[in-house]
């Protein structure tokens, strides 16, 4: 397979998946530019080589042609971010995307209308990706954050260019740290997994329950494990229909040798609300009418020791409700210990879309090794899926 610094790319056009799925206010500027730096790298080794660029990506989940979810919107970011001034064109096939391409010269940027304008790309429909692949001489996938879609531009274009395809300095870059976790993590290995519901996590346990150590279950998830334990969680969030899988997770964990460890007290509240009474209480003596909405000091301190003994340390969702201040202590307390446990030189990835939040809300984003930017895509490869948009480059 060859990467990216095994193409030359002078007076090539390279045609270059990205996932700039960014976030915009009421006034279309883009609030997260992430995404955009992080494709940052591909893009310069291109122009570098003496080669220009011609990027797609899609918006939102447009029904048909929507202006509001136009990438005409972020073309003055992305030329912001790359420091090159960037062409726009209104289609992402056809004529017109055709002549803008051949127009291109070495060092120039063109950016592609939102491939989702048209339905033939989320069906992964093959002559919409014949079209697509007249737009490059090299198809360069990019775009981790939509690596888990067989979509038409991620996955079915790739198979046009069976000599001329590589991932992108980010794709791979998402690649080896996952694979840092789940193949090559120096033990003890760690997974930190908090978020709301148990049932959104369940497939992911069971897959890394044969790779890691040490298992840290936090959230809302702690109350279907605590009560199928026989343990009063008042009004906390509870699955009830999954209280029988917990104690099988509880039982496989065991005979793989895995340590899981629950929250032993919680920060709870008389309401969902950041203006609540609260109060701290062991996490099986909750009574009706309360609810668990943070990890307790207790949970806090043997977590930090956990992490702090640890070499890899996966994060996948937050301890509690971090949303509201009042409830956020659990989840910055844990940012804390990952961070020293970095600086001690633990590797440490962050996934998912709420940890990654909080982690750049708190800011711990320079703090800790590596922060993914797929969302669903950093989920279903934790689940040990191999996603499509991937698989289509290895093919
Ligand atoms: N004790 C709790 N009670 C209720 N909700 C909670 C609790 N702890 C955390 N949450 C909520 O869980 C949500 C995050 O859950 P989710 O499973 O979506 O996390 P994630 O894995 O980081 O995100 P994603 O699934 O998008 O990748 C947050 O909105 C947070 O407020
Ligand atoms: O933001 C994301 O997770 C990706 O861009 C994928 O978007 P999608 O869920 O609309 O396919």
Partial sequence: ?????????????????????????????????????????????????GG????MSHLGRPKGVQDQFSLKHISEEVSNVLGVAVKTV????????????????????????????YSEETAGDEKFAEQLSKLGDIYVND???????AHASTTIVAKFFPENKCFGYLLAQEIESIQKVMETGEKPILAVLGGAKVSS??????????????????????????KAQGGKIGDSICEDDKMELALEILKQAKAKNVQVHLPVDVLAANAFSNDADTKVLDVTEIPDGWQGLDAGPKSIE?????????????????????????????????????????KNGAFS?????????????????????????????MLESLEGKTLPGIAAILD
């Fill in 302 to 342: 043997n977590f930090n020791k956990v992490v702090l003994e640890s070499k890899t340390i996966l994060w996948n969702g937050p301890l509690g409700v971090f949303e509201l201040p009042t409830f956020a202590n659990g989840t910055i307390a844990l940012g804390n210990s990952i961070a020293e446990a970095t």
């Fill in 90 to 117: 209104s289609d992402c096939v056809g004529k017109e995307a055709e002549a803008a391409v051949e127009a291109l010269q070495p060092g120039e940027v063109l950016l592609l209308e939102n491939l989702r304008f």
């Fill in 1 to 49: 397979m060859k990467t990216l610094n095994d193409f030359d790319f002078n007076n090539k056009k390279a045609l270059i998946r990205v996932d700039f799925n960014v976030p915009l206010d009421e006034d279309f500027k883009v609030t997260d530019n992430t995404r955009i730096v992080s494709a940052k790298p591909t893009i310069i080794k291109i122009l570098e080589d």
């Fill in 201 to 226: 996590k369940i497939t992911i346990i069971e897959n890394i329950l044969d790779k890691v150590d040490h298992l840290i279950i936090g959230g809302g998830m702690t109350f279907t494990f605590i």
């Fill in 349 to 377: 990835l962050v996934g998912g879309g709420d940890s990654v939040a909080a982690v750049k809300q708190f800011g711990f984003e320079k703090k800790v090794s590596y922060v993914s930017t797929g969302g669903g895509a």
């Fill in 143 to 149: 775009a981790f954050g939509t690596a888990h879609r």
């Fill in 52 to 55: 220009s660029c011609v990027l």
